[in-house]
C-alpha cells in the first residue's frame, strides 16, 4: 500500500484545508514530542502550541485559527484526523484475512457461518452463528451455540466457548479465552467440589479485548462487559461480573467474582478488585491499586487498600518523613525524661 | 437438554424430600442474593435463615428441621445439592467433545491414545499417553512422552510440553502452558547463558488449572501441583515449586521458583511469593500481598511486605492517622520550644 | 537419550580434569542444597565450600584449588561446566521438532521457508521469511511479511503478528503473542475511539519470551526487545517500549507504554512501570514494586510506589513500629497536658 503523500493530497484524504505554502512529504505520524521531519503530527488545541513550536514534526493537523507557521492542514477535529491518517497506513485487511472460509476450517454442518474470512484450521462448532463481515484469523475456536455479530475481528488463536455471545465490531486480539469456568468451588469433605458453570459471557457492541485477556463465565446468568468497553492484555474477569459501557481496564488488572462496574470505569495496569464490589460511573483506579471496598461514582483512587487518592497521597507523602518522625518522637520522649528516659518505651517493644 | 423442572421432579434426582406444597417452575439457580422467582437457591443452614427470607428465589434446598415457609426441597447438604442441580445444566459432553478422534487430529504412531474424544487440530508427540475417557478440545498439544491420567479435559489451545504428567480428573482450560522452560540463566561475560531446563510437571489427581495457566518445567526434577488443589486464571507457578494438595490459588497469582506451599493454601487474587520460600499447611494470603519470607501453617497474611493479618490491619488503620500524627508531633515539638522551635528538625530535613 | 554417565565419562565431555579416585555413577543434577547421592553438582567459588561440604550430592564440578575432598572433576567456570551437563541431559530436538516441513502447515506461496522445522499446522503469511535453522512446534501463526532470523525456536501456539521482526536465535515460548494493538484509543463524543497501531515490533538476536507473554505493537514506529534480553511467563509490554539488551524481566511484570529501559535492568515478579518513564541502565527493581518515576541508573528500587531500596527498607521496618508510636504520641500529648487532656487532638478527627 501507499507509505508516502504530499500533504496537500492528504488534506483531501483527511477532509481537511491544506494551508498553501510547503508541500513536504509525509512517511510516517508521531505525537509531537516524537515525530521527526517526515511525520505528520496533531495539535489538539491552542493549549498545545509551545509544544507544537518544539515539535520536529514535518507537518501538522490544525483546529481552525491556530498561529503555527508550519506546513499544515486545518481540520475540524485534529485528533480525529490523526486517526484517519493511521488507518491509511493499515495494511490491506484482505491481505491479513483472505476472504473466504480457508478450506482447512472445521466448521460443523450446524453452524451458520456468514463470515467475510475464515482463517486456516479454525474450528467452529454446533450451533454457532457468525455474522456477516466477520474476520477470523487461524486457529480461531467457536464453541457450540456461540454466537458473533457482524464485522467482528478475531485474531489468532482466540477460544470463545459455548455459548457465549458477542455483539457487533468485537475486536478480540490472539490467545484471548472467552467463556473459561469460573473459580468457583464447595468445600467438601474429601476437597473442594467443583460448582459446574452454566452461565455465559456476553461482549456487547464495539467491545475491545486485547490478547491473552480472560473472561469467565458466569455460575448461572451472565458476565457482561458493556458496550465500547476496551480491556487491555491479560486482563482477566471472573465469572458474573458486570462491566458498563466505555469502561477502560488497563493491562493486568484482574477483576474478582461478581462485581459492577459502572460506565466509564478506568483502571490503571495490575489493578485488583475484590469480589462482590459495586464501583461507580466514571470512577478512575489509579495502577497497582488493590481495591477492597465500593467505589463512589467518580471518584479517583489510589494505594493498596485503594483509598481516595488525595488521601492516599498525604500518606504516600507522609512515609517519607514516618523514619525521621520516629526519631523525633523519641528525641521528645527522652527529652521529657532527662537521661532515665533512655530506657523509653521503644526498647520495651 | 432439559432447561426447566417442576420442584417435585428435582427433589428425586437431588436426592431430597420435596415439602409438598406449591410446586413451581424451576428455570434457573442463582446464590440467595441474586436469585429471582425462577430461581432454585440453596440455604446452607440456620444462620443463613434471613437471607432466604428475604431472597426473591422461587424455590429452595433447605436442610432438615429449618423453618421457612417457602416452596422447597429438604437435603442433606444443601451446597452439594445446589452443585448438583447445576450439573443438570451443564450442556451435553458428546456435543461439545464428540467421541471418537477427529479425523484432522495428528497423533504420532508411537503414541498411545485411548481418550475418549481428541478434538480437531490436535498434536500428540511420539511417545505420548493419553488415558482413557479423555477429553480434549481443539489445537491441543501433548508433546513427547507426555501422560496423561484417565477422564482429563483440556479445552482448547492448551500445550502441554514433553514429559509432563497429569493424573486422572484433571481439568485444564484454554490456552494454558504446563512445561514451558524455567526463567534460568547464569551470568556469563556475553549476557545471560540459558541454564537448560531438564525436569518436568507433574500435575496430580483432580486438580484443575484456569485459563491462560503458566506452570514452568522444573531445572531438574520436577514441578508438583498436589492432589485436588485449584488454580485460577493467569496464575504462575516457576520452575521448581512444589504446591501440596488442596490448594486453591486465586487469578493472577505468581509464586517464584522453588517455593514449597504446603497443604490447604489459599492465596487471594495477584498475590506474589518470592522464590524458595516455604508456606505452611492451611496458610492463607490476602489478595496482591506480597510474601518475602515463610508463612508458618495456618497463617493469615496481608500486604506488602506481608504481615501476619492482624498487624497488617493495624499498620493500615495507623496509616490513615500518619499525616495528622506528623502536625501533633510538630505541635508538640513547638510547644516545649517555645516560638524559636519553628525552626525545628522537620524543616532541616 | 543417555541419562546415565560415570564421573570420568563426563569429565572429558564437559572440559574438565577428573580427580582420579572415586568415579560414581552421575543420573542427575541439581544444586547443593537441593542434590541427592546420584546428582553432580557445582561449587562456584571457594566461598561456597561449607556448602558443599554439607552438600548430599555425589559429584562436584569444582574450580582449580578447592580443597574439597569428595568426587569432583576441576573446571575453568563450575556454573558453566554444569549448564552444559544439564544440556546434555536435553531431549533430542529431532524427536521434539521432527526436520521438515510438516504436510498440514499452510505455507503461503509468497513466504520465504527455510526453517529446519515447521510443526504441524502452523500458518505463515505472505510475505513472511523464516531463516534457516528455526524451528516452529505446532498452531504458530507468523503473519504477513513478519520476519524471523535463523535459528530461532517458536514453541506451539504462539502468535507473531504481521510485519514484526525476529532476529537470531530467538526463544519463544508456548502461546506468546507478539505484535498485537497496542491500547490506544482517543476519547470522541461516543466514546472511545481505536487509534489505529501500524508499527511493529523488534525482537533482537538472543532474546527469550516466556510463555503467555505480550509485546504490543507500536502505534507508529517500533516497540523493542533489546539483544539478549530475557522476559519471564506473562510479561507485558506496551506499544512503543524500548527495551535494551541484557534486561531481565520476571514473570507477571507489566511495562507501560512509551518506557525507555536501558541495558541489564533487573525487574523481580509483578513489576509494573508507569507509562513514558526511563530506566537506566543497570537498574534493579524488586518484585512487585511500582515505579512513577524515572529510575536512575543502577539504582535499585523498592515498593509501590517505588523508592530507593534503602529508603524503602528503613520506610517499611518503620511501618511496623507505627501503631506503637500513635500510642507513644498520644501519651506525650496527654502528658503535657494532664488529666484535662484526655480529649485530645486524637478523638478530635
Known amino acids: 500500500m501507499q507509505q508516502a503523500w504530499r500533504l496537500s493530497e492528504l488534506a483531501g484524504r483527511l477532509g481537511g484545508h491544506w494551508r498553501e505554502g510547503a508541500d513536504p ?3 510516517g505520524a508521531a505525537s509531537l514530542a516524537d515525530a521527526g521531519p517526515g511525520d505528520l503530527s496533531f495539535v489538539a488545541g491552542p493549549e498545545r502550541l509551545a509544544e507544537a513550536l518544539a515539535s520536529a514534526a514535518g507537518a501538522f493537523l490544525v483546529p481552525a485559527g491556530l498561529d503555527l507557521d508550519r506546513p499544515s492542514i486545518v481540520v475540524d477535529r485534529p485528533y480525529e484526523a490523526f486517526a484517519r491518517f493511521l488507518a491509511l497506513r493499515l495494511p490491506d485487511p484482505d491481505r491479513l484475512y483472505p476472504p473466504g472460509v480457508h478450506a482447512t476450517a472445521v466448521i460443523h454442518p ?3 457461518v456468514a463470515a467475510g474470512s475464515v482463517g486456516p484450521y479454525c474450528v467452529v462448532g454446533a450451533g454457532a452463528r457468525i455474522g456477516a463481515g466477520c474476520r477470523l484469523g487461524p486457529h480461531v475456536t467457536v464453541g457450540c451455540d456461540a454466537v458473533l455479530g457482524r464485522d467482528c475481528v478475531i485474531h489468532a488463536q482466540v477460544t470463545i466457548r459455548e455459548g457465549c455471545l458477542l455483539g457487533d465490531r468485537v475486536i478480540v486480539h490472539a490467545g484471548t479465552v472467552v467463556g473459561a469456568d469460573g473459580f468457583g468451588y464447595l468445600a467438601g469433605p474429601n476437597g473442594q467440589v467443583k460448582i459446574p458453570q ?12 486485547g490478547a491473552l485477556v480472560t473472561i469467565d463465565r458466569a455460575t448461572t446468568g451472565r458476565t457482561v462487559i458493556g458496550a465500547g468497553s476496551k480491556l487491555d492484555n491479560q486482563v482477566h474477569v471472573a465469572h458474573n461480573v458486570r462491566i ?11 477483576i474478582a467474582g461478581s462485581c459492577t462496574l459502572g460506565n466509564g470505569v478506568i483502571t490503571g495496569g495490575q489493578v485488583g478488585i475484590a469480589d462482590h464490589l459495586e464501583v461507580g460511573d466514571g470512577a478512575r483506579i489509579g495502577a497497582q491499586a488493590g481495591v477492597i471496598k465500593d467505589v463512589p461514582a467518580r471518584a479517583a483512587m489510589f494505594g493498596y487498600p485503594a483509598l481516595d487518592f488525595q488521601e492516599s497521597f498525604r500518606i504516600t507523602a507522609a512515609l517519607r518523613r514516618l523514619p525521621a518522625a520516629l526519631a523525633r518522637l523519641r528525641a521528645l520522649e527522652n527529652r521529657g525524661r532527662g ?3 533512655a530506657a523509653g518505651p521503644e526498647q520495651g517493644k
Open 198 to 209: 452454566v452461565g455465559i459471557v456476553e461482549v456487547q457492541d464495539d467491545v475491545e479485548l
Open 339 to 341: 537521661p532515665a528516659g
Open 110 to 112: 450446524e453452524a451458520e
Open 244 to 254: 458498563g459501557r466505555h469502561c477502560a481496564l488497563s493491562a493486568q488488572t484482574g
Open 25 to 27: 512529504l509525509v512517511t
